[in-house]
């Protein structure tokens, strides 16, 4: 309770983001992550100022310099004069490895840059969770005035493929020699990939990787107006990072002359929407299976086997469904 | 349409499957992995007898030697003229690498094995689809006359590991030198393991490893009165299988003593029933997006940026719970 305490509402964060106070938006984001009435509120508010950032996903294995190659990108993006923001999602695994914290501590060159805000998001426990967060938090960026929001994340699982995909432009990281090439040849991966970045292109190998990549994805022909480019960098020496800069902003150029940017905005908006809906019905059950004594007899019924879990949960639906008009709390945090 | 093909109803199939005919518990499986009404009718009418197998997970990162492991525990647990099945759940993205084809070719020494079942599940996209299809899964083998069902996991995300905890006895599998162990006790992961297996056993480190663990579990001593054993193996030898075998028994022989079981059941059937819904309430959805005009109009003001997508949620919330009291088509398919 010192003077230097800053007290924050939900309604001067509401007026001070937007001026681009940054301790407004990083508790913001917090509130975001946390989700509820508070997060709802803040959205609603800000959500005239959303839709406007160049959003960048940038996925690969655990690795590749996916956080060197995010590090360099910053810095030509600023040399452009534009605000970049970074959300960084853990993975949601221990199992996945990597130097994660290191990772992290590296971008933290940029942190004396006023215009620079990098932000690890937790996991929320769940994939689709961990995804409304993400789209929430892009959100507080954009009405912050950031131009170009950058979207990290480990590509080890579908959920962290769909995060990706909230993305504008997805540039899909590989490295020589991994077996990443073929892997992500054969599942048909590559079509999720607007620009391919062969990074550590000083191992061996790296242009046979990039030069399989190519053919690939000739083969692969959609007929779509956008041809993926394929990129061989070092991230650490800057090499090639111009070059994917430059191919990350024709994409969004081809984007905006075609009709595809409608189209995906439309796919991101009802992916949004579905997840929305799936998570209010989570929680709502979630509160009813605490204080609903009909859901708890429900619950007591399937694990006495009287009740298989479907009927059970056509039983539950009507009743969590008439708890709705929840308010935001609109308290005081500090 | 030639005389060896076999006409399956839902009928036929509910009624063959307990009597452990292997035709139709194929079919059933996927049946329940497409979801909807179908796979709800079978899941309602071969409930009764489900709830009967003893549960295990097998967990870990690509390259331990789950797969081998699980092999070497089919032929162990054969030996005791138990029936056993195999979930193997595939992981979520290309990106986990490991020969994954070659893992479950292995496997197939067991094919000629009337008492051995071994299934790939397909993803569904998203996390909670998955840990459904496989409930209802492990349903089927259990209505057939399963006596143990393993289901296998690579340990690379929340979700997977979610699935995992579907078990009611999980084996958590780490190999020597990896840094896994390190990476798993400090995030906690622990806490998931019941039984610890240091696979390939052979490799230096091994014994250090193990000790690693013991010494952790020690430290996180919850009270709980099952104190979980670390055994160091070597599957492609079988050394150690037999000891992990006893584990577990002695694992389900204790939560069936304790009060552990009914907890563990209770919170099962909680996240089904939470995952069940959540998952009706995207399949509602998606209907509604593609036939009723209300929710497309809420899903064009959310693209004109007149209506934030908590907002929106809201409003398609009644919509879609009105469309509830679909019925099985029960239709025939070959």
Request: aromatic share 4%; charged share 25%.
């Amino acid at each position: 309770m010192t003077n230097a305490t800053v007290k924050f509402t939900l309604e001067s964060i509401s007026e001070d983001l937007p001026k681009g106070d940054r301790r407004s938006l990083a508790r913001a984001i917090s509130i975001v992550e946390d989700g509820g009435p508070d997060a709802n509120w803040l959205v609603q508010k800000l959500f005239p100022y959303a839709g406007r950032a160049h959003l960048i996903g940038i996925t690969g294995s655990p690795g590749v310099g996916k956080s060197t190659l995010v590090d360099a990108l910053i810095t030509e993006i600023r040399s452009q004069g534009l605000k970049v923001g970074v959300l960084a999602i853990d993975p949601s695994s221990p199992f996945t490895g990597g130097a994660i914290l290191g990772d992290r501590i590296r971008m933290q060159g940029h942190t004396m840059d006023k215009n620079v805000f990098i932000r690890s998001m937790a996991n929320r426990g769940h994939a689709g969770g961990t995804a409304l967060a993400t789209y929430d938090a892009v959100r507080m960026l954009e009405a912050s005035g950031y131009d170009v929001v950058i979207i990290e994340t480990v590509g080890v699982g579908q959920s962290e493929l769909a995060i990706a995909q909230t993305a504008d432009t997805t540039v899909l990281v590989l490295m020589p020699g991994s077996g990443d090439d073929v892997q992500a040849i054969k599942s048909g991966i590559m079509e999720i990939g607007d620009v391919f970045v062969v990074n550590k292109g000083d191992l061996p190998g790296a242009n046979k990787t990039a030069a399989e990549i190519i053919s690939s994805l000739e083969l692969s022909n959609t007929g779509s107006p956008w041809k993926p480019p394929v990129h061989v960098t070092n991230a650490e020496t800057n090499d090639g990072i111009e070059e994917v800069w430059q191919s990350i902003r024709k994409h969004k150029e081809k984007l905006e002359e075609s009709d595809l940017l409608q189209a995906r905005r439309k796919s991101k908006v009802q992916a949004e929407l579905i997840e929305l809906v799936a998570e209010m019905a989570r929680n709502n059950l979630k509160e009813s299976l605490e204080h609903s004594p009909q859901v708890q007899k429900v619950l007591e019924q399937m694990l006495k086997h009287q009740l298989d879990p479907h009927s059970a949960a056509n039983k539950v639906i009507e009743d969590i469904f008439q708890t709705n008009d929840r308010q935001p709390s609109n308290k005081v945090s500090t």
